[in-house]
């Protein structure tokens, strides 16, 4: 104590100006930032772009959202019109908190970030929620993802996409008479999100685990217990709480149906394997009926031998990231068709003309039609190219690279910029979209521009490109042509106007986004009007 005394004396005798004190610490932070941010800058050649106090992506950023000082994950929407107006990949380097990361709305840079080649690789970070039950086919990289790929490519069969067909014409209908629309002849449906959630869930359901989940299943089993479609829905809608609420707090009563349901469906798809594996290998004669994802996914697995083998942790995993990646997506787009369609009366009345020409009125459509109901695929597809569900390719730069950058629209030439390991590169799909590079009018509704163009092309980029493109592109088309027919042939989709309100005031209220982790539409207020079955429209 006696030398630690006579150690500070000197420091202790001082009289210190504490309002000095506060004045030096700050003019250190000051410097200590500013070299920070001058090398953060240094280290992608100083690309320009933002300059904000926080990283968009960071938890800051996403609870203070975009402002006029700071930018959060939704600037992607909110500043769409004027982030690119200069350059078409940029830099956001935060001066407080955060690393740069780099944005970019062309597809050339596009290619390169979502490349396999080892340099651009998934983050751990935005991985957790798809992660929550096991490592998949999306959260992998490399050696790890090819297996997992492989495994699940016989699951995306012709007979899946028959089945995703059939289940989603059975569910039509029963929703159509579940929620008392049969016998009307106008129904106003001020949410349409609600139905297109629950479709998209039910469909997602069916086809993943070949049960007969049904549209009224109630939420609770006769003997008082949760139900797996409402298991399902609660740790879908909830992910974000179930990854970032602690274990502890789970266990407060607010948080226990979330942990019940997450534990639910844990335990469910475990049995599922097993049942799956002993009916696979007790199956004599004959091929293998059952054709649900789940089924066919632990068939190819069982296989495969040595490390090619999935544990079964990894099959539970991916059969979640099905339920994870398949529903708010397709959910989303079906809600924006909907909703550009009812204020593009000529574009929907074009694409009942094609159902009529296809289909008629005495059948239901058929898987067969799918092909040629490309009019009613590309209403889909431009209503996505607005509002691309997956809005960011997220990648991490696994080593130092240089990537290559075209130079500004109507220049030769491209330059190279170095980034260093560690840096975050997102593709800006909304911006890649919009982008007048590759759309005329990118901002206008013009489902035509999908006319002619084959159904699968990678011309049309809201599924991804290349070897990493999305799995269930063919599965969420045909549950987007299978409800879309049946719902336009029979229903004249309008929008649903406050009183003494426009369309054009319905627009402004409505075709906007809601910014998530994944893009969505404010809710769409429609109303149904019944057609009249003749020939012609
Ligand atoms: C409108 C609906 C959908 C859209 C817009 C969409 C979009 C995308 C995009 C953009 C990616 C690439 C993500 C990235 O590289 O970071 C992706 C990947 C993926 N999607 Fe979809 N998706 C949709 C529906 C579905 C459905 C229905 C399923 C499953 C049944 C599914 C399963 C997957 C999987 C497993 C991957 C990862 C593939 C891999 O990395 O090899 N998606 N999706």
Known sequence: MTIFRSFYSPILQTNIDTSKLIYAFLIIIVIERTVAFRKACRTINDLPGIRSPFSPLGPLGAIMGT????????????????????????SVVPWLYGSPIIYTTNMDVMK?????SGLFVKADEAMMGPNMYGQNVFTTEGAEWRKHRRVMGPAFSHSLYRMVWDESSKTYREMVSAEGWSEKKTVDVPVTQVATFKFALVVIGLCA???????????????????????????????????????????LPSFKHLQKAYDQLGQFMKNQVQVRREEIHGYVGGEYTRK?????????????????????????????????????????????????????????????????????????????????????????YEALRLFPSGFMLLRVMGEDAVISIPNPRGQEGTQPCPIPKGTWVIV??????????????????????????????????????????????????????????????????EPLLRAGETVEGWKTRVVDAKVGFTLGIKDVPVRLIRRERHSGT
């Open 67 to 90: 402002t006029w000082w700071q930018t959060g994950p939704d600037m992607l929407w909110i500043r769409k019109k004027e982030l690119y107006r200069t350059q078409e990949t940029l």
């Open 112 to 116: 390169q970030f979502i490349s396999t």
């Open 209 to 251: 685990f070949g049960f007969d989940f049904k549209w009224t299943e109630p939420p609770t089993t006769s003997e008082g217990e949760m139900s797996i479609q409402e298991a399902m829905r609660i740790v879908i809608d909830n992910f974000l709480y179930l990854i970032f609420t602690p274990s502890w707090l789970r266990l």
């Open 292 to 380: 649900d994802m789940f089924s066919m996914l632990v068939q190819a697995n069982e296989s495969e031998a040595g490390k090619n083998k999935l544990e079964d942790s990894e099959l539970i995993g991916n059969v979640f990231v099905m339920l994870f990646a398949g529903h708010e997506t397709t959910a989303n787009s079906l809600a924006t068709t909907l909703a550009f369609l009812s204020i593009h009366q000529d574009a929907q009345d074009e694409v009942v003309q094609q159902i009529i020409d296809v289909v008629g009125y005495e059948r239901d459509p058929a898987f067969e039609d799918y092909s040629k109901l490309n009019k009613v695929l590309a209403a889909f």
């Open 428 to 493: 800006d799909m909304i911006g890649v979209h919009r982008n007048p590079r590759y759309f005329e009018e990118p901002e206008k509704y013009k489902p035509s521009r999908w006319h002619g163009i084959p159904n699968d092309s990678e011309q049309f980029t809201a599924f991804s490109a290349g070897s990493r493109a999305c799995i269930g592109r063919k599965f969420a088309t045909t549950e987007a042509v299978c409800f879309l027919t049946m719902f336009l042939r029979d229903w004249k989709v």
